[in-house]
């Protein structure tokens, strides 16, 4: 049977109905069904949201990884977090397992969920229990290995490793070491050389000046800190205001930002309720 892909769109819901996990994956691009009232920009983010929800559950790997980041790009609240850390976390597992052997899509989800969870638990979000820097460091230096053929990934993946010893996760958090200050350094500089302004995710333009500032207080710290251990000090019992500073940049939400989530939070509540009145 050729792929739904190919599959005319009552041919798809068919198979959707009958709760084929790839015909679910395949509605999400079948925005013909979609209400004119319901075809908005974040209408169509809804749109995508539900159906890949409903494919991931259905265990279409692809969906997950979708899904998951896509919650994680427009986070609602704390269950919407939990959701995607889960999606990822099933998709590292599976990778892991070499479920995902052979399959080029398939391993580019496992490294992505990688990336994606060690920042989560580096990072915690908003989720103290679960934050587990040690392990969230592992998993992405596990996705630095992995971005090789994955364009735009480097960047963005040394710079979270640097972030986790900038702020001492690597030792479940508080005021980094020496040590941690020089590994940090280290990954700040490997993600600021191999940035390429022409061929990088232009996603990721917007975070190279922040990169190279964040380096600069880095080095600065460093300095600071050894000076402050020469003379006998003990710098575990200071503040480091400059991974909290740069971070609140990094994560701050404009005012139109804000009303974007209320859009698309309102727009999935919408096709929800009109979908599952369907039957769905």
């Not at 638990?121 to 994955?150: I, S, Y």
């Not at 380096?215 to 400059?242: M, V």
């Amino acid at each position: 049977m050729p792929s739904f892909e190919q599959q005319n769109t009552d041919v798809v819901v068919l198979h959707a109905k009958r709760g084929d996990r790839d015909a679910l994956y395949e509605m999400a691009w079948r925005t013909e069904l979609m209400k004119p009232n319901e075809n908005t920009q974040a209408g169509q983010c809804a749109w995508q949201d539900y159906w890949w929800a409903k494919a991931a559950d259905a265990g279409n790997i692809i969906a997950k990884g979708r899904l998951a980041r896509s919650l994680v790009n427009r986070i609602f609240d704390v269950n919407d977090r939990s959701k995607a850390i889960g999606y990822f976390d099933s998709l590292v597992k599976d990778m892991d397992a070499g479920k995902f052997s052979g399959n080029a899509d398939y391993l580019e989800e496992g490294v992505i969920a990688k990336l994606w969870l060690g920042a989560m638990l580096c990072q915690g979000f908003g989720m103290g229990e679960w934050r587990d820097p040690v392990r969230g460091e592992r998993l992405l230096r596990e996705a630095d290995d992995g971005t090789n053929g994955f364009q735009g990934f480097g960047f963005r993946v040394l710079g979270m490793i640097a972030e986790v010893y900038g702020q001492g996760a690597a030792k479940k958090g508080g005021e980094p070491s020496t040590d941690d200050l020089r590994q940090a350094i280290a990954y700040q500089k490997k993600a600021v050389a191999v940035f390429n302004l022409e061929k990088d995710d232009p996603n990721n333009r917007g975070f190279l000046q922040i990169a190279k500032e964040y380096l600069a207080a880095l080095e600065a710290r460093l300095q600071s800190k050894e000076q402050l251990k020469d003379i006998g000090f003990d710098p575990h019992k200071t503040i480091n205001p400059d991974f909290d500073k740069w971070r609140n940049r990094m994560m701050e939400i404009s005012p139109a930002g804000m009303e974007r989530k209320a859009a698309d939070k309102a727009a999935l509540a919408q096709i929800t309720m009109r979908l599952s009145s369907e039957g769905w």
